[in-house]
């Protein structure tokens, strides 16, 4: 990709700390984490359940905010981070009464896109989510697979610069979990975006570039050298 400017980091850490609770009985979920995530990146946040994985993209994400320490976001100009990062949750989150397109559509429509173009680039974000035929399913009438396909065509219609799943792939089995990673990460590819998955499969960890392990709350290590993570 050349030289990084400052338009191609994505998301900055620095010291970034997050503690629950207070005195005796505070939780500190993350300490000081220093990362970055830059365009193009394709980052698996791996380690044991309650290491921190999800606070720290929680963080990264700006749903939630550091207790110390910073996180910056200097190449995501252009609009709010709700429009510019888009989040894929473990569970079920399409909303029921509406069909596979509609489901995709709702956001853009919110965002102002007219809407036959919203419905437009609804069909072609299910399209590049290998979704074509299933438009117009409701929700109740997809298997979990394409359900949480939809919901990742859902993020990459808003073309975000910035993908963060969190255990995008937790309720499925591990044959489709990796087909969804797959198609999450072709179809990020299509909008350029950078990617961070938290999971505890390690085989889907391997289906992206770097992997960052965490463990009691730490940022112990990353396996590229010379990448964002310390
Ligand atoms: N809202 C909260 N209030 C208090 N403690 C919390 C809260 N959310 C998380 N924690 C604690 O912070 C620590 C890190 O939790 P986190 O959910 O980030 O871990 P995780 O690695 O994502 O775990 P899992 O793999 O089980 O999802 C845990 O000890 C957890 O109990």
Same mark, same amino acid.
């Not at 905010?65 to 609009?79: D, I, K, M």
């Not at 029921?96 to 965002?111: G, K, S």
């Given at each position: 990709?050349? @030289?990084?400017?400052? =338009?191609?980091?994505?998301?900055?850490?620095?010291?970034?700390?997050?503690?629950?609770?207070?005195?005796?009985?505070?939780?500190?979920?993350?300490?000081?984490?220093?990362?970055?995530?830059?365009?193009?990146?394709?980052?698996?946040?791996?380690?044991? =359940?309650?290491?921190?994985?999800?606070?720290?993209?929680?963080?990264?994400?700006?749903?939630?905010?550091?207790?110390?320490?910073?996180?910056?976001?200097?190449?995501?100009?252009?609009?709010?981070?709700?429009?510019? +990062?888009?989040? @894929?949750?473990?569970?079920? =989150?399409?909303?029921?009464?509406?069909?596979?397109?509609?489901?995709?559509?709702?956001?853009?429509? +919110?965002?102002? %896109?007219?809407?036959?173009?919203?419905?437009?680039?609804? *069909?072609?974000?299910?399209?590049?989510?290998?979704?074509?035929?299933?438009? #117009?399913?409701?929700?109740?009438?997809? =298997?979990?697979?394409?359900?949480?396909? &939809?919901?990742?065509?859902?993020?990459?219609?808003?073309?975000?610069?910035? %993908?963060?799943?969190?255990?995008?792939?937790?309720?499925?089995?591990?044959?489709?979990?990796?087909?969804?990673?797959?198609?999450?990460?072709?179809?990020?590819?299509?909008?350029?975006?950078?990617?961070? %998955?938290?999971?505890?499969?390690?085989? +889907?960890?391997?289906?992206?570039?770097?992997?960052?392990?965490?463990? #009691?709350?730490? *940022?112990?290590?990353?396996? &590229?050298?010379?990448?964002?993570?310390?």
């Amino acid at each position: 990709m050349g @030289v990084m400017s400052a =338009s191609d980091l994505l998301v900055s850490c620095e010291d970034a700390a997050r503690t629950y609770g207070r005195g005796s009985g505070a939780v500190v979920a993350v300490h000081g984490a220093n990362c970055a995530v830059k365009r193009g990146d394709r980052i698996a946040v791996v380690g044991p =359940s309650g290491s921190g994985k999800s606070t720290l993209l929680h963080l990264m994400a700006g749903l939630d905010r550091p207790t110390a320490g910073r996180v910056s976001h200097p190449g995501l100009t252009g609009g709010t981070l709700s429009q510019l +990062i888009g989040i @894929v949750f473990q569970g079920p =989150s399409l909303l029921p009464p509406l069909t596979a397109a509609e489901n995709v559509a709702l956001p853009l429509r +919110i965002d102002g %896109v007219p809407e036959e173009e919203a419905a437009a680039r609804a *069909l072609a974000a299910l399209d590049s989510l290998a979704l074509h035929g299933l438009a #117009d399913r409701l929700p109740d009438e997809l =298997s979990a697979g394409q359900a949480q396909r &939809v919901a990742v065509a859902r993020v990459l219609a808003r073309r975000p610069r910035l %993908v963060l799943a969190d255990e995008p792939t937790g309720q499925l089995d591990s044959e489709t979990g990796r087909q969804v990673m797959t198609v999450l990460l072709a179809a990020a590819d299509e909008v350029g975006a950078g990617v961070v %998955v938290t999971t505890h499969d390690l085989q +889907i960890a391997q289906e992206l570039d770097t992997r960052w392990h965490m463990a #009691d709350g730490r *940022l112990v290590s990353s396996d &590229v050298e010379g990448d964002g993570a310390q």
